[in-house]
């Protein structure tokens, strides 16, 4: 079903966006803005993961990708990734990865042809010359050292050839019996808001303390969370900057309560697991272990938070201004989930149809000054505008043939919105298609397009649940 966790961790600092903009291929979503949708969020594993997976699938181990460049529009958005260097032992690895974008070379190399007015071999030299043109390439080195069993700190660094500032990541993770604890820090960090526009923030550090989910259902989580340096847009916006990216200190709680019910379920089988061939009866699952039963159910989460901020407001550089924060708030949040699934996933035609539902409350406190601004005559802020009405993200899968499945992710917004469109109304959506890995029981190789940020990438993804 789709994933409900979004609800709490979009409101902490850790909810990773795909995005291929980055060699990690990440960017964090705001924290008090709309959720993201299941289709955009990253995968877990990271992207030289992927890579070391997804090469072996790609001629000459080179993965395609599209992404408009932030600083230099003549690299155009095609790019070529590749994963050129993994060394490892048994409790550390270390892999670089090399990103380079064709359209300015050839576009320089087919100029320099034609100003030449015919083929000579100073022309080929000449031409040979923008192969060293540095904006056409990408570097990044990345780096995990498990420190124990349950603990191990993550390092990378990358180096966008169009930008003089390279980026920096620091993760450390320790598992307790039923917690996780997560520290975080990046130089500079990349976020993304709900209109699909990016920020840079020059220093963002967090700590974390997140609960498993019990059997209850219950989920809490604890975390700090500090900003440094003025947030920049990276990308065409108009409007505030999120004044959760403005410089200061945070402290957060939250808690949510989850719970599901089927309407019917038709339970997996060893008949259905069995196939006879000539050679006997062989064990062959379903494509994904997760839709692997036709259902029809419900599930609902709710939950709270409380934040306080220690630190003033960054004044807006530009046209650019800032918004203001509260000191002291809290807040009531929640997501109802209806999910209908045909077919086991085990044929090669016809069978796998499911469609998910998520109605999504992003700030319960929003939509009650919503209401009450409706009689007192007065406005909300952008980002309270934003946040006040309710969103209905629609997930539709359909089998195209064996382990292939199409899918489309769309969010609606149920009333007015920061964008000043009133009604319903479509804000995003992603088109993908996911090839299943059976050896994997949930893993999926996944090409998305979205046609708002006019970005695609190939992914590997596991378990999302």
Same mark, same amino acid.
């Given at each position: 079903?789709?994933?409900?966790?979004?609800?709490?961790?979009?409101?902490?600092?850790?909810?990773?966006?795909?995005?291929?903009?980055?060699?990690?291929?990440?960017?964090?979503?705001?924290?008090?803005?709309?959720?993201?949708?299941?289709?955009?969020?990253?995968?877990?594993?990271?992207?030289?993961?992927?890579?070391?997976?997804?090469?072996?699938?790609?001629?000459?181990?080179?993965?395609?990708?599209?992404?408009?460049?932030?600083?230099?529009?003549?690299?155009?958005?095609?790019?070529?990734?590749?994963?050129?260097?993994?060394?490892?032992?048994?409790?550390?690895?270390?892999?670089?990865?090399?990103?380079?974008?064709?359209?300015?070379?050839?576009?320089?190399?087919?100029?320099?042809?034609?100003?030449?007015?015919?083929?000579?071999?100073?022309?080929?030299?000449?031409?040979?010359?923008?192969?060293?043109?540095?904006?056409?390439?990408?570097?990044?080195?990345?780096?995990? =050292?498990? &420190? *124990?069993?349950?603990? @191990?700190?993550?390092?990378?660094?990358? /180096?966008? !050839?169009?930008? +003089?500032? %390279?980026?920096?990541?620091?993760?450390?993770?320790?598992?307790?019996?039923?917690?996780?604890?997560?520290?975080?820090?990046?130089?500079?960090?990349?976020?993304?808001?709900?209109?699909?526009?990016?920020?840079?923030?020059?220093?963002?550090?967090? =700590?974390? &303390? *997140?609960?498993?989910? @019990?059997?209850?259902?219950?989920?809490? /989580?604890? !975390?700090?969370? +500090?900003? %440094?340096?003025?947030?920049?847009?990276?990308?065409?916006?108009?409007?505030?900057?999120?004044?959760?990216?403005?410089?200061?200190?945070?402290?957060?709680?939250?808690?949510?309560?989850?719970?599901?019910?089927?309407?019917?379920?038709?339970?997996?089988?060893?008949?259905?697991?069995?196939?006879?061939?000539?050679?006997?009866?062989?064990?062959?699952?379903?494509?994904?272990?997760?839709?692997?039963?036709?259902?029809?159910?419900?599930?609902?989460?709710?939950?709270?938070?409380?934040?306080?901020?220690?630190?003033?407001?960054?004044?807006?550089?530009?046209?650019?201004?800032?918004?203001?924060?509260?000191?002291?708030?809290?807040?009531?949040?929640?997501?109802?989930?209806?999910?209908?699934?045909?077919?086991?996933?085990?044929?090669?035609?016809?069978?796998?149809?499911?469609?998910?539902?998520?109605?999504?409350?992003?700030?319960?406190?929003?939509?009650?000054?919503?209401?009450?601004?409706?009689?007192?005559?007065?406005?909300?802020?952008?980002?309270?505008?934003?946040?006040?009405?309710?969103?209905?993200?629609?997930?539709?899968?359909?089998?195209?043939?064996?382990?292939?499945?199409?899918?489309?992710?769309?969010?609606?917004?149920?009333?007015?919105?920061?964008?000043?469109?009133?009604?319903?109304?479509?804000?995003?959506?992603?088109?993908?298609?996911?090839?299943?890995?059976?050896?994997?029981?949930?893993?999926?190789?996944?090409?998305?397009?979205?046609?708002?940020?006019?970005?695609?990438?190939?992914?590997?993804?596991?378990?999302?649940?």
């Amino acid at each position: 079903m789709a994933n409900l966790r979004s609800a709490m961790d979009s409101g902490f600092w850790d909810q990773n966006v795909s995005t291929p903009r980055t060699l990690d291929a990440t960017a964090r979503s705001i924290p008090g803005q709309v959720f993201p949708m299941d289709g955009s969020t990253a995968s877990r594993a990271l992207r030289i993961q992927q890579l070391s997976l997804l090469r072996n699938g790609f001629p000459l181990g080179i993965i395609p990708s599209l992404s408009p460049s932030f600083h230099n529009k003549d690299l155009g958005s095609f790019s070529l990734q590749s994963l050129f260097f993994q060394p490892a032992t048994s409790n550390w690895w270390l892999g670089t990865v090399g990103q380079f974008r064709p359209k300015k070379l050839f576009s320089s190399i087919k100029t320099e042809f034609s100003n030449a007015g015919g083929v000579e071999l100073r022309t080929f030299k000449e031409a040979a010359k923008h192969l060293l043109d540095k904006s056409l390439y990408s570097i990044g080195l990345c780096t995990q =050292l498990s &420190l *124990s069993p349950s603990s @191990s700190l993550l390092l990378s660094t990358e /180096r966008p !050839g169009d930008k +003089k500032q %390279s980026r920096q990541k620091l993760m450390y993770y320790h598992e307790l019996p039923d917690h996780d604890i997560t520290l975080e820090a990046a130089w500079p960090e990349l976020f993304i808001d709900q209109k699909g526009g990016y920020w840079e923030v020059p220093e963002s550090v967090s =700590l974390d &303390l *997140s609960s498993h989910v @019990s059997e209850s259902g219950l989920r809490y /989580r604890f !975390g700090v969370h +500090k900003n %440094s340096g003025h947030p920049k847009a990276l990308s065409a916006i108009n409007g505030d900057i999120p004044s959760a990216l403005m410089p200061g200190i945070s402290a957060k709680a939250a808690f949510s309560y989850e719970r599901s019910k089927d309407f019917w379920r038709q339970k997996e089988t060893k008949k259905d697991t069995m196939v006879k061939t000539e050679r006997g009866w062989l064990w062959r699952p379903s494509y994904d272990s997760r839709l692997k039963e036709p259902h029809s159910a419900i599930s609902g989460l709710f939950g709270g938070s409380c934040e306080a901020w220690f630190g003033g407001n960054s004044p807006g550089n530009g046209d650019i201004s800032a918004t203001t924060r509260s000191p002291v708030s809290a807040d009531l949040f929640g997501s109802v989930n209806y999910t209908i699934q045909h077919g086991k996933f085990r044929s090669l035609y016809g069978d796998l149809s499911r469609l998910d539902a998520r109605l999504d409350l992003c700030s319960a406190s929003a939509l009650a000054k919503k209401v009450f601004s409706v009689f007192n005559g007065h406005s909300l802020s952008s980002e309270e505008s934003s946040v006040s009405s309710p969103r209905l993200n629609l997930i539709l899968q359909q089998q195209v043939a064996g382990p292939i499945v199409f899918r489309v992710d769309s969010r609606f917004c149920l009333g007015s919105s920061s964008s000043e469109k009133q009604g319903l109304h479509m804000e995003d959506l992603v088109y993908s298609l996911n090839y299943s890995l059976r050896l994997l029981r949930s893993g999926k190789v996944m090409a998305w397009y979205s046609p708002k940020r006019k970005e695609g990438m190939v992914e590997l993804r596991l378990f999302e649940f």
